[in-house]
């Protein structure tokens, strides 16, 4: 107590009580707060069955099953048709099935809400085994099929059994998504296709932005290139649908690639991006940084010894 | 003797030649011996000085290599990612300048930075200027080219930032071109005057171009010379303090105290704008790519000082936009993009003259109010401030929506209501802070200072021991004027008249009723310091003698 008595009249001892203040709730609200990441761990924590390690070639058309029917059905219907709270989903596709699953939007934790991308809550092998239950028992061919030629999720470590046979799928992989990315050489085709018909949604880098009706367009720089694909394919929410005739395969190749090309590009400008936000960052950083440092300046260089009182 | 205080003899040698010939020693001296006082918030206008010169000097550079042309181009350059893009040659040379041009990257980001931190310094400086008073009389001209160079700063970032043809520019460019659709008759002529046809034709650039780097810098330097030399005049304004008055300037010499802190400061001014252009990215222009009419992207914003006029676009509702005999009048354009920065250019142009009408104060000040004795004025800097605030904040709606998660409808039905009640409550807030800033000055003033010493008398009651201030903040607190309220005098001419017939000649007519009700206003709360003087304080009687001063005060 003596330490504080001493110190509460020094001139920055307000500023430290505000800064502890500042602490004390910044770090306690995010302690207390729901984060979304604890409610999606529930809900894995639901879903998980005693998952099979990977490896197996063949579909395991009854674990597809098993999932539809505990996660799915209640609210989509055991064949699919939908109910007050879900859409119909009969004709909606695998690419559809596989784009909302496997970028952890299905299953929602709240159907009257967009969902934000997150961890999937199967893995790729029960993902699979999901649409081909799909395919065979709802959709029965109808919309379109998951697109196989651009690249899907990377390989996860834990999927497999020792590190050599992560590393050489790992190395396959690699290898087409390259093969996919490089396989587009028309800058222009892709940098057009997409400011014209993306970015006005989500955003000339990617980052996605805001919509009207309290929706929102997500950032799409996490997506792999087939799940960009799959969204074009079957327009979920309020995206619209570009068919095979209005962006043609090859077309949609050279836009992703222009996407994936942009976002790996290096900041030749400097270490500090400022996420790409650009403008309202820039001023932000302007005012907080630059000219706070120079007013600084200018009130330590006319500083003068103040009168005790 | 003299010897120690000699310059050498060559150097006297080449000092009388040039004294014989242009007589430089006397005014030099004068000079060279001006006062500056010595505060921080008088360097503010000289960030935008030194930024300025920044500017000046990357900008002759860019000029050297950027061509300002919208000839159709394909690149090939040494970005590969872009390598055989159909683009403009304005934007092809930015490019080469970014990667082809040694260290060409970095002036072109030290030149976007110090256009940011040029008028963000004029801002706060004329804050400054503003809350202190310093624009009274005699300085009204020199705020009416404050005004002007801001005005212009924001014109001259428009068009640079719109320069280089890429994708934020071109779009930048539209919303130019939609706010001048907006006027009424001659908006389709004045569109078609600037760009030489419809939009985006091929004559745009090179307008601006030669608008960015030969006229507004031309009118801009023009300014800023006539700002010095009426300044050099002038003197700076100062704080009250011992021995400053109307008369006498306290301060450092220009030289060598002035002229070294100031030197000085110059280079810890280009320090920060460097160090920021080598570490912080900004408008990359390479990833954005170039523009074309059919492209359009969400999250792209003008620069800072732009983003007012884009809140108030966003903000303003177009129900009120109408049709007269089939000709559309786009009431939600021409109000929130021309009306709204007019009114808020032309209220800072016209503030001097008001408040010198309102108060019938004709003095010259060279002393600056401290912004609490004059709390009407520091109101409506603050409800100025928030309106602009709330207006830059609306600019970047969409980024807030995103980031912070809000429904983007939310966003501007709030940004709606406080582009009204923000200001309100911020006058209000601000005057009352204001006023019982005055009365603690009052306080202190007669009682000093609380020392923090709790001592018990001999009756057993605790009172804590006021210590007499310094001199230097008694003469600050005693720079108020007693009584500064105009009411009295003025309102009862204006009564009087009513009853005998008698006009004093001030309060004649509307506008006479009109300030003496404006004086009114602004005056009417003003603790009155009449009588107080310094550690006269009664400290045992300290509560009820408080109230009774409390009492006068409220009764007026």
Known sequence: ?309 | MSTTTQAPKALRGVGNWIDDRFHLAKTGEKNLRKVFPNHWSFMLGEIALYSFIILLVTGVFLTLWFNPSMAHTTYEGSYQRLNGVEMSEAYASTLRIDFDVRGGFLVRQIHHWAALIFVASLVVHMLRVFFTGAFRKPREINWLIGVGIFTLAMLEGLFGYSLPDDLPSGMGVRILQGVMLSLPVIGTYVSMFLFGGEFPGEDIIPRLYMLHILLIPGILLALIVAHFMILWHQKHTQYPGTGRSEKKVVGTPMFPGFAIKAGGFFFFVFAVIVALSAFVQINPIHLFGPFTPTAITSGLQPDWYMGFMEGSLRIFPNWLDFQIFGYAVPIGVLVPGLVIPGLIFGGLAAWPFLEQWITGDKRAHNVADRPRNAPVRTAVGVAGVVFYGILWLAGANDILSHTFSISLYWTTYFFRVAAIAGPIIGFIVAKRICLGLQRRDRETLEHGYESGTIQQLPSGEFIEVHKESSQETVHVLESKAAVDRIDDEAIASVEESESDGVEAPAARGLKGKLRAKLAHWYTKDNVSFEGVEAHTGHHLHHGAGHEEHEEMAGSH
């Open chain 1, 1 to 309: 107590m003596k330490w504080i008595t001493a110190r509460r009249r020094h001139p920055l001892a307000g500023y430290v009580v505000v800064l502890l203040a500042l602490a004390v709730f910044g770090v306690g609200y995010a302690l207390v707060a729901p984060s979304a990441d604890r409610a999606e761990a529930q809900v894995m924590a639901a879903a998980q069955t005693g998952a099979e390690p990977a490896g197996g070639e063949t579909v395991d058309i009854a674990q597809g099953r098993d999932i539809w029917e505990r996660s799915c059905a209640s609210c989509h219907g055991l064949n699919g048709a939908g109910s007050d709270n879900a859409p119909d989903i009969t004709g909606a596709g695998g690419a559809a099935v596989d784009f909302q699953v496997s970028t952890g939007r299905m299953p929602s934790s709240n159907p009257d809400a967009q969902m934000p991308r997150k961890e999937p809550a199967w893995d790729r092998e029960e993902i699979d085994n999901l649409i081909a239950y799909y395919e065979q028992e709802i959709g029965q061919g109808a919309g379109p099929a998951v697109p196989e030629e651009p690249p899907g999720d990377e390989p996860v470590r834990s999927d497999y059994e020792d590190e050599d046979a992560y590393e050489e799928a790992k190395a396959s992989y690699d290898e087409a998504y390259d093969a996919y990315i490089n396989g587009a050489s028309d800058t222009q085709a892709g940098m057009q296709l997409y400011l014209a018909n993306c970015a006005h949604c989500h955003s000339w880098s990617g980052a996605g932005g805001g919509l009207t009706g309290g929706h929102w367009a997500p950032q799409i720089t996490d997506a792999t290139p087939r799940q960009l694909y799959e969204a074009m394919l079957t327009g979920p929410g309020q995206m619209p649908v570009f068919t095979e005739g209005t962006v043609t395969p090859d077309d949609k190749q050279e836009l992703i690639s222009y996407v994936k090309t942009l976002q790996a590009e290096p900041n030749a400008g400097g270490i500090f991006d400022l996420n790409r936000v650009g403008q309202v960052a820039e001023g932000f950083i302007a005012w907080t940084v630059g000219l706070t440092l120079i007013i600084a300046c200018a009130i330590w260089i006319t500083a003068k010894q103040r009168a005790h009182d």
